[in-house]
């Protein structure tokens, strides 16, 4: 899965498919507010508009899925 997130303003990132709605808070720096310390301390995934993934400096709504947790992966990886 190939993400290309469009930037909304100097911390926040979007990503929107026909499956997929994906708002991401990224830093410059990594934070120990991040997801494992990093520089995203701000998630929200839909897929079929249902949310999957919420983190919000601190575990909403955790990957249950190999579906959701591969989703995650990637949109980490953005982000390294």
Request: proline content about 4%.
């Amino acid at each position: 899965m190939k993400l290309k997130f469009h930037k909304l303003d100097d911390l926040w990132r979007e990503y929107r498919d026909e499956r997929h709605f994906i708002q991401v808070k990224v830093y410059d720096k990594p934070s120990r507010f991040g997801i494992n310390h990093g520089r995203v301390s701000k998630l929200w995934a839909m897929r079929d508009g249902r949310p999957v993934i919420s983190y919000d400096r601190g575990w909403d709504i955790q990957p249950t899925t190999a579906e959701d947790g591969n989703l995650l992966t990637h949109i980490l990886c953005c982000f390294e």
